[in-house]
């Protein structure tokens, strides 16, 4: 059974950075997608990064392309977010999530693809 705690939220300025960690228990060969997402007040939950365990490729949103950038340590079973550059309109709760269908290399933003979920980190940004 895979579980997910994400940490490293804050609350930073404009144009602050911060990486966010996800450590992951009971990996296994059957992971087919690793992502992140972020739920802001009011909003639908965001699909902003992913990547395929198997292939490497790397996902961003537009929201967030070149300004984040997401990694992942296998000696350490560990996902990093890097945020730089944040801005207001990233604040939200973050979590980090991990797909066991191929139906996520297809729609790997979708949040219904994914089954396994942290519990969020908050990340404030303020002007």
């Known amino acids: 059974q895979v579980q997910l705690a994400e940490f490293g939220g804050d609350s930073v300025q404009t144009g602050g950075a911060l990486t966010l960690t996800c450590a992951i228990s009971?990996?296994?060969?059957?992971?087919?997608?690793m992502g992140w997402f972020r739920q802001a007040p009011g909003k639908e939950r965001e699909g902003i990064a992913g990547?395929?365990?198997?292939?490497?490729?790397?996902y961003y949103a537009p929201s967030v392309k070149g300004r984040f950038y997401m990694s992942h340590d296998n000696s350490k079973n560990t996902l990093y977010l890097q945020m730089n550059s944040l801005k207001p309109e990233d604040t939200a709760v973050y979590y980090c999530a991990a797909s066991m269908t191929t139906r996520c290399l297809r729609t790997w933003s979708s949040d219904v693809e994914y089954s396994h979920w942290g519990q969020g980190t908050q990340v404030t940004v303020s002007s």
């Open positions: 009971g990996y296994t060969s059957s992971t087919k997608c």
């Open positions: 990547v395929f365990p198997s292939g490497g490729a790397t």
